[in-house]
């Protein structure tokens, strides 16, 4: 079992910048693979962005390529998001996941954080 706590979300003005952690706790961190997903109010969970457990590979989706980051500190159980250029459409719950296999769909992963809300005002 590993438990994820993601944290960092808030309100932010578009053009803004916002950081969120997942903190794992658990089973060794450095055997997942780690991706954060977002849903906002009335639509599916999404995927966001991925990181290989090594860190040597990541992966975005289309609408945030560009403006998000997805870096990993294996020496203190961390995935962060880092995200610029915010936009209103980014607004939803932000949520966390780590998974042993390399897919990224939302059925695919093994463990979820609770989520962290983002609210990006115009």
């Known amino acids: 079992q590993v438990q994820l706590q993601a944290s960092g979300g808030g309100l932010v003005q578009a053009g803004g910048s916002l950081r969120l952690s997942c903190v794992a706790s658990?089973?060794?961190?450095?055997?997942?693979?780690m991706a954060w997903f977002r849903q906002a109010p009335g639509k599916e969970r999404e995927f966001v962005a991925a990181?290989?457990?090594?860190?040597?590979?990541?992966y975005y989706a289309d609408p945030v390529k560009g403006r998000f980051t997805i870096p990993r500190d294996n020496a203190q159980n961390t995935v962060y998001l880092q995200m610029n250029r915010l936009k209103p459409e980014d607004t939803a719950v932000y949520y966390c996941?780590?998974?042993?296999?390399?897919?990224?769909?939302?059925?695919?992963?093994?463990?979820w954080g609770k989520g962290t809300q983002v609210t990006v005002s115009s």
């Open positions: 990181i290989s457990w090594s860190g040597s590979s990541t």
């Open positions: 658990g089973r060794t961190f450095k055997r997942f693979n």
């Open positions: 996941a780590a998974t042993y296999g390399g897919r990224w769909a939302k059925d695919a992963m093994d463990y």
